[in-house]
């Protein structure tokens, strides 16, 4: 994963054989070392590949308040370790998200988007292993709880995931620091001093979700497919009864796994799909609002109108002229 300075500039790579001394004592051997510099700090990135994932280590040091842009040409799988400070997210797709000191996540992180990072003056160290869906999939009979994040990254989904929170134990950072002192820097012998310790810490991650948290993954390819019946049929008349029938779900149920899973109720999200639909046949085409009422579920144009105002602030047709 890269990070950018603003949403559509790269950092230029310093030299690494320009690295300030007091990054020395974090240099890791098997590793390929980045610098990067700018007015607001400076960052080192190390990156270590292996067959089916990468492992990279970043430390921060900011001297002013900056938001980064952390950016992937395509969705990846990753578990993320922050290992020193708190910073505020914001994953596209997904919304708000803390990587807060001492605990890590599984992440799906949809590609080709600018997600947003605030930092504060002062000191960042962060750990992340980036999966391969092949690596993945390699597990998932052994670690279901992974499906879920495996299910996005096939479908290509847009939508980012953060799964459970668990704590950087004693037994973790040990691992960690075994994979920081790797001693191999050739195939096939890094690849599996790696890999085994990468799956110890899927172990311990799986084994630390909560109950719930595990029961929700297993059924994420479900609540994917709901996702995509909806975003199918926005010019339909969708009821919770009706998406639970099909889906041969309860309506409790439904209503009680779609809140936990998408975070946030049935009816929110229909509003929310329709009428960003509305704003892109508003803006990409010339069709009368008439038929984008229509299109969007709305049984003629004045209903259209008042619920395109409310979600916006401004009338459809002054939102097409802007």
């Not at 001297?63 to 992937?72: D, E, S, V």
């Not at 050739?186 to 810490?201: A, G, H, N």
């Not at 297993?218 to 199918?232: T, V």
């Not at 008349?237 to 041969?248: E, N, S």
Request: hydrophobic residues 35%; charged residues 25%; proline residues 6%.
């Amino acid at each position: 994963m890269k990070f950018l300075l603003s949403a559509r500039q790269s950092f230029a790579v310093s030299d690494p054989a320009k690295l300030p001394p007091h990054y020395f004592p974090h240099r890791i051997r098997a590793a390929t070392p980045y610098y990067f510099k700018n007015g607001f700090g400076d960052f080192f990135v190390q990156i270590i590949t292996g067959r089916g994932f990468s492992v990279q280590f970043n430390i921060f040091d900011i001297l002013k308040k900056k938001c980064l842009y952390p950016y992937t040409s395509r969705p990846v799988i990753t578990l993320h370790f922050m290992l020193k400070g708190d910073v505020h997210c914001f994953l596209n797709g997904f919304g708000e998200a803390w990587l807060r000191e001492g605990l890590y996540h599984l992440f799906y992180v949809p590609g080709k988007v600018r997600h947003r990072a605030w930092f504060e003056p002062g000191a960042y160290h962060s750990f992340h292993i980036d999966l391969s869906p092949q690596y993945l999939r390699r597990l998932s009979a052994r670690y279901p709880e992974v499906k879920e994040a495996l299910d996005r990254w096939r479908q290509h989904s847009i939508s980012g995931l953060q799964q459970h929170t668990a704590r950087i134990t004693r037994e973790v950072a040990h691992l960690i620091e075994e994979l920081k002192h790797c001693p191999y820097q050739e195939e096939p012998d890094k690849s599996w001093y790696l890999e085994t310790r990468i799956r110890e810490l899927l172990r311990l991650y799986v084994h630390d979700m909560p109950t719930e948290e595990r029961l929700l993954s297993l059924i994420g390819s479900r609540m994917e497919k709901i996702k995509y019946y909806i975003d199918s049929r926005l010019k339909e008349h969708l009821t919770i009864p009706g998406v639970a029938k099909h889906f041969h779900i309860g309506s409790t149920t439904f209503k009680r796994w779609f809140v936990r899973y998408f975070g946030k109720p049935f009816h929110q999200y229909l509003l929310e799909q329709r009428m960003q639909y509305a704003q892109t046949l508003l803006q990409d085409t010339d069709r009368p609002i008439s038929d984008i009422a229509e299109e969007t579920g709305y049984s003629d144009t004045a209903s259209f109108s008042h619920a395109f105002t409310r979600y916006t602030k401004h009338a459809p047709g002054y939102y097409r002229q802007r």
